[in-house]
């Protein structure tokens, strides 16, 4: 009998792994997952000069950036498993045709017109950067923001990060940059102005500072960072001042409202990485289940094309995918924002109760934001009402936040069972 139970339970185990889908580490699941303000996977560099730099973080459209200059590439990204096969970056130097570079004479990159550093206590800006063989000028910008958060490089081998505090005095620290040049690096600068901390980590790892001069921000009598309200840049124009070009490849810019951890940063890290096999379809945040906080990444993603996030296949990510995730994955209604698999009067009392509704103020899935687009309005309610099921109880089946394990693994495990008992 307990032979017979083991066989059993191994067929349960099978089940379980077979009833998954294939999924792998994704890093820009992982990045939103943490919730940043901005992040920028630039792939729209094909567009050329004045094409959109969309904004997949929780400023929405506000922080939109755009492409400038002429004198700029689209470029191949970190070439990993985390990274979608069709990732692009945007290179600031020309590739000649005998294998050198030349840096570009004009200023090039993307410019963000809102000021998304000022007035900011904490911040962790996160990116991936491929430096040239070129010797990088003194203060070359990777991305910040002018007199309030500057990031960037002030010699071939010497990050830098400078704040310009306001009415006067500074933050900043210097950190040796001892990786290949040609090659793409994960570099993350966190700032936490209340326990007054800096970090820098390349590839996952903190770095040791060569210099730093930190305190808190209530020790040097400040409120913030800074705030210069001139526009965020990407690797151009005036991040160290104007004319300061960074000479290489720039991909996936993040910017948090927060100071992350060094956990976070790893996995971030390890996100581009490590290849998972058995995840959950629809599972962004990689809880091991779907629930509410993956519809609020999926909604980041509209508008967008990542293939992390493209549920139907179409090349798109829209409300078709979304209407997938919750119908066709969840078993559940547009309109379940308690998450109990039906769509009825509570999900009513839910969502009322967080105030939002018609404000303007961003919301999730269990606040209201039905359709995706980060806010609670009328317009969730046609969504909600256009699926039906209000009030008709739960879907067959009930909700699914993991998969059903196949008609084929069922009947292996039936049939296990039953050979079992039979030599018996």
Not at 7 to 16: D, H
Not at 316 to 339: C, K
Not at 367 to 384: C, K, R
Not at 419 to 424: G, N, V, Y
């Amino acid at each position: 009998m307990k032979r017979l139970l083991n066989r059993c339970m191994l067929a349960v185990f099978c089940a379980g792994v077979l009833g998954s889908s294939v999924v792998r580490a994704d890093y820009r699941a992982a990045v939103l997952a943490d919730e940043p303000i901005a992040y920028y996977t630039l792939d729209e560099v094909g567009g050329g000069e004045g094409a959109t730099a969309v904004n997949q973080g929780s400023l929405g459209d506000i922080a939109n950036g755009e492409y400038f200059g002429e004198e700029f590439e689209a470029d191949p990204g970190p070439g990993l498993p985390g990274f979608p096969a069709d990732n692009m970056a945007i290179r600031l130097t020309r590739l000649n045709e005998d294998g050198t570079e030349t840096p570009f004479d004009e200023a090039s990159g993307v410019t963000v017109e809102e000021p998304i550093l000022d007035d900011l206590t904490a911040f962790t800006l996160t990116g991936w950067i491929n430096p040239t063989e070129q010797e990088v000028s003194q203060r070359a910008g990777l991305f910040g923001q002018d007199n309030t958060i500057e990031f960037g490089f002030i010699g071939a081998s010497d990050v830098h990060f400078w704040a310009e505090l306001p009415d006067g005095g500074d933050i900043h620290i210097n950190a040796q940059y001892e990786y290949d040049n040609d090659e793409w690096t994960h570099i993350a600068l966190v700032g936490d102005g209340i326990e007054g901390e800096t970090f820098l980590y390349l590839n996952g790892e903190e770095v040791e500072l060569t210099a730093d001069n930190t305190l808190t921000l209530d020790e040097l009598g400040k409120d913030s960072y800074g705030n210069s309200g001139l526009p965020f840049n990407i690797g151009g124009g005036a991040i160290f001042g104007a004319d300061r070009q960074f000479a290489g490849a720039i991909d996936e810019v993040a910017v948090f409202d927060k100071a992350l951890t060094a956990e976070q940063i790893l996995a971030h890290f390890n996100a581009a990485n490590e290849p998972v096999v058995g995840g959950v379809a629809g599972d962004f945040n990689g809880n091991g289940q779907r629930d509410p906080g993956d519809l609020d990444l999926l909604a980041a993603a509209m508008g967008g094309t990542d293939a992390a996030f493209d549920l139907t296949g179409d090349g798109q990510v829209n409300i078709a995918d979304r209407e997938h995730w919750v119908v066709n994955l969840t078993n559940t209604y547009m309109g379940d924002s308690n998450f109990d698999g039906q769509f009825n009067s509570s999900d009513f009392v839910k969502v009322f109760g967080t105030a939002k509704y018609e404000t303007g103020q961003p919301a999730t899935w269990e606040e209201g934001d039905w359709n995706g687009d980060g806010l609670f309005s009328s317009s969730d309610f046609v969504t909600a009402f256009g699926g039906g099921g209000y009030e008709g109880g739960a879907r067959a089946g009930g909700l699914m936040v993991v998969p059903e394990p196949s008609a084929t693994v069922l009947a292996l495990l039936g049939m296990i069972c039953l050979i079992r008992s039979r030599k018996r």
